[in-house]
């Protein structure tokens, strides 16, 4: 690291509802770690019934209640980024948690580069993760770094590590970008496509790594891409795609079968992988024929 950090500071931007058994253990990993300037914690939490707030109390926390009603992926994140005294603003989610307490500074480090808009770190699966969820992660979240402009040759599994689940962006930049408040999730990856058209990179740094993955049920997971499927038609789906996308999916099911082969318990595993990955399919595409219709009633009632 260079002296161009030694006077700058961070904020780290949470957001919380009900973070459960693991938020204490975030907030310590969060103010252990070891960086190279000052940095803040703002948590805003959006109607927790359990101990959230509570404990972030503890905490020299910059703590913001809003109603359950008002929270937005994108719109919430601007609130907290608006809050923010820092130049360079680092979202976490509550169900993550940084590796090392080097985290922060490996993530910030790569604004040393002034081409530099974003940063997104690894996200490494809980050792317990049910496979397929696991699988996602190790397949989409690579060891190696990656830079990407508007006019690279390819593109790394389509950037699904693009993510705001461990990301950093200038705050300058989000001054004149800013999330969206109208796509319902994706605000990460919307973002960042506008970044790249205006000739910004990002950066993927898997030194700057989380545990993190969901422990969904299979309704869950359906419910949860039903809102892909309508960021997906409300214009979230923008990033640049592989020229070997194909090659890619298909490359995609024979490793996962592969993984969960390995596992022990492919008997169980594999009927339940399939499960999994087609109610993947099945929630992205009922939101987005639903988002359509919804567009195609209201052009009719007009």
């Keep these: 690291m260079g002296d161009w950090l030694t006077n700058m500071d961070a904020s780290i931007i949470v957001l919380t509802k009900n973070a459960g058994e693991g938020w204490e253990r975030l907030l310590q990993r969060l103010f252990s770690q070891n960086f190279n300037g000052d940095y803040e914690v703002i948590v805003i939490d959006s109607g927790s ?9 503890r905490f020299p926390v910059r703590l913001v209640q809003i109603p359950t009603h008002e929270f937005h992926h994108g719109r919430t994140r601007n609130l907290g980024a ?52 696991k699988f996602f992660h190790l397949y ?35 001054q004149q970008s800013r999330f969206s408040d109208k796509v319902v999730v994706a605000e990460d990856k919307e973002l960042a496509k506008r970044l790249l058209d205006a000739g910004w990179t990002i950066i993927y740094d898997p030194e700057a790594a989380v545990y993190h993955a969901h422990d969904l049920t299979l309704r869950s997971v359906f419910d949860r891409y039903v809102l892909f499927g309508i ?57 987005w024929l639903s988002s359509l219709l919804r567009k195609w009633l209201t052009r009719r009632t007009m």
């Excluded at 019934?49 to 109390?57: E, P, Y």
Aim: aromatic fraction near 14%; include cysteine; charge should be neutral.
């Design 140 to 174: 989409n979240f690579p060891d190696f770094k990656i830079r990407i402009t508007s006019h690279d040759p390819d593109y790394y599994h389509d950037n699904l590590f693009i993510s705001d689940v461990n990301s950093a962006l200038r705050k300058e930049v989000w």
């Design 231 to 287: 960021a997906l038609a409300q214009g979230a789906g923008g990033l640049p795609r592989s020229r070997n996308w194909v090659a890619h999916r298909l490359g995609y099911i024979f490793q996962e079968i592969k993984f969960v082969l390995s596992t022990g318990r492919w008997w169980y595993w594999l009927p339940y992988s399939i499960a999994y990955e087609l109610s993947k399919l099945c929630g992205i595409a009922c939101g």
């Design 49 to 57: 019934s359990d101990g959230t707030v509570t404990t972030a109390q």
């Design 82 to 133: 608006g809050l923010a005294r820092g130049s360079i603003l680092v979202y976490i989610t509550q169900d993550a948690l940084p590796l090392r307490d080097d985290w922060l500074q490996k993530l910030t480090a790569n604004f040393a580069d002034p081409s530099v808009a974003m940063v997104c770190g690894r996200q490494v699966p809980w050792e317990n993760t049910k496979p397929p969820e």
